[in-house]
């Protein structure tokens, strides 16, 4: 008995304590707690229920409940179809070209016989800064076909270059060039990672024999597959909602030739110019699954081929 | 005289010598070239967009493709009250820079500037063979021009007052949030966390209809408060990057802080945040960033009322508009880079800093 009021007695100070601190927490996170609430799950709920109606905010008063019917549009929607197509080949050489290209900048960078290595630092990093509107404003007028400077560059060595952004064969290609600008965020990841190598490492790999090739493969790269993963994960999602450039690029109907008719893109043309709310609220729930499951798929992944460090 | 020089080359003067200093500097001369040429490439459209908004626009343009890469004007003759371009016409006498009259398929009049009252000299062959007199010129006129017709004193105003209230406001909201993430325990917190988490990566799409049509039903549309009032509630990466450098702080700071009887706010205002300042740059740094270059809100919201668009929506505007003067496009990607990179230059390390804490620590 004694034993048990004073366990009590210990306990429940604790436990008061721990209440206080528990609510004292929960109102620390108030304010992002009611954004969740008002800026997603509620939108989300609601958009989940328009994308089973036929609504349209002109025609309110006619909203219908039509079950499927958008999601089964999207699949018979040639337009839909093709968006996806537009966006999923933009993807294809986005992600690898976004997670590799800042690695390739990263090593060139952290490499000791560079000299001035902070000067190329900051000048890769510089144009990352630069809103995506201007930066794609300037890149309209170097990539022109007459006065922009890489066909006359490539007209000086004898190549005649192609129409780039009024091209259908090469307007997704000027668009991850244009991507190439913003690798500053990825190079400064790699390159924080790669510092992080322990030098005793790849002192032990030498003196065993391996060579820079083997030293990269099996030290550097597993070492830094943590933001290798980060990177993807990134340029998957980044890649999926692709929507600015695409509209200054190739306006509404996603010139040349409905090349740049991404899925964003026609989502927005969906709900926004043709009103078409319910629809577009299919859309955007159709991209908000694929997301996910990429999203999942990819942490479910990390166990097999990701390394954290452990210990600290 | 044996100068301090020969000795110096004395020494040099073995072979051995001169092959191990050659291959220290080979290393990083080549090392040096590679970069040096990718980071040409890389900044290529910057150095066009510089050469291109300072130079001659009108001129320039009207030549077409056969112009000079540097900023230049082409040399002109007011004759008649008309503007007469000058050319390098070559003549049994050399090359002269003669001004075009009437152009003709074979043959056509130059007027000499040295001697106008002289009259036409006709001359045989193609006129569009003939190379104009062009000459660097740098000028202030399309920058001028293109913010004045593009309205930047107004887009810039806009601009600011969006990003700087928005920073404020999310500062405090981020740092309240992040400080219950890293210093409290509660019921749920992982499964919190992990929401958080996804909320950076779930395409925002999926509240765009909801949002837009909630906000314009509440009479927010055409108006800057569905662009600030979300920056109460917190963002996720700003909370990340706060979160993790709270974390660092030794709890031991807070709780001496709680034993000379501070409150929660108390601690965090007077012990947390001054030991989080970097963290708190980077994060106003990115936030700022972040609205500054939105399109896609300020598109929805703003639509139709122009005296209240940002800098992208102008940007996008003036796109159309500015169809065939490159000038007057350039000049104005000049004015709307300037003020980012000046900030990144003053908050470099804040913003590497903010990179590798929410891309590398976790």
Known sequence: MATLTSRISKALPKSRAQKREARLGLTMLAPWLVGLLFLWILPMGI??????????PVKADQIKFIGFDNFVRIFTDEVAIWSGFVTFRFMFIYVPF???????????????????????????????????????????????VQTGWVNRILGGIGIEGPSWFWDANWVTITLVILEFWFIGAGMIQYIAALQNVPLEMYEAAKVD?????RRFFQITLPLISSVIFYRLVFALIFAMQYFGNAMLVGGL?????????????????????????????????????????????LFASQKKWVFYATGD | MASKADSNLMSLGSDAA???????????????????????????????MLTTAFRDDRKMTEAGGETPWYPATAASLEYNGES?????????????????????????????????????????????????????????????????????????????????????????????????????????????????????FLPQQVTWIPLAIFYSKIGWSQSYLPLIAPALFGSAFEIFLLRQFIMSIPKEMDEAAMIDGAGPIRTLVSVIV?????????AAMFHFFFKWNDYFWPLIMLSGKEDLYTIPLGLAQLNNTFGT??????????????????????????????????????
Not at chain 1, 47 to 56: A, P, Q, R, V
Not at chain 1, 209 to 213: E, S
Not at chain 2, 129 to 140: A, I, N, V
């Open chain 2, 18 to 48: 001169l092959a191990r200093q050659a291959r220290r500097m080979i290393g990083p001369g080549l090392m040096l070239v590679m970069a040096g040429v990718i980071i040409s490439a890389f900044l290529l459209p910057l150095a066009y």
């Open chain 1, 98 to 144: 976004s997670v590799i290209m800042p690695l390739l900048i990263a090593l060139m960078i952290t490499n000791k016989t560079l000299p001035i290595r902070g000067v190329f630092r900051f000048l890769f990093y510089l144009p990352s800064i630069i809103p995506g509107i201007a930066a794609t404003l300037i890149f309209l007028r170097v990539f022109n």
């Open chain 1, 47 to 56: 958009s989940l229920y328009f994308s089973f109606t036929n609504y349209d």
């Open chain 2, 84 to 200: 007469l371009p000058i050319l390098k016409v070559p003549t049994a006498d050399g090359v002269k820079n003669w001004a075009l009259l009437t152009k003709g398929r074979e043959d056509s009049d130059f007027i000499d500037p040295a001697n106008p009252t002289a009259g036409p000299i006709n001359w045989k062959g193609s006129w569009r063979t003939l190379e104009r007199d062009w000459s660097p010129y740098f000028t202030l006129d399309s920058i001028t021009e293109s913010w004045r017709r593009v309205n930047f004193t107004n887009l810039f105003k806009n601009s600011l007052f969006v990003s700087v209230i928005s920073v404020f406001f999310t500062l405090i909201s981020c740092t309240i949030v992040a400080y219950g993430y890293a210093r409290f325990k509660f019921p749920g917190k992982d499964i919190l966390f992990w929401v958080l988490t996804a909320t950076v």
């Open chain 1, 209 to 213: 024999g391996a060579g820079p090739f």
């Open chain 1, 253 to 297: 109907s996603g010139n040349p030739d409905r090349n740049t008719l991404f899925y964003n893109v026609y989502l927005y043309r969906a709900g926004w110019t043709l009103n078409e709310m319910g629809y577009a609220s299919a859309l955007a729930w159709f991209l908000f699954i694929l997301a996910g499951a990429v999203t999942i798929g």
């Open chain 2, 274 to 282: 001054p030991n989080i300042m970097p963290a708190f740059v980077a």
């Open chain 2, 325 to 362: 003067f490159p000038g007057l496009a350039m000049a104005s990607g000049v004015i709307a880079i300037t003020l980012p990179i000046v900030i990144f230059i003053i908050f470099q390390r804040y913003f590497m800093l903010g990179n590798v804490v929410t891309g590398v620590d976790k």
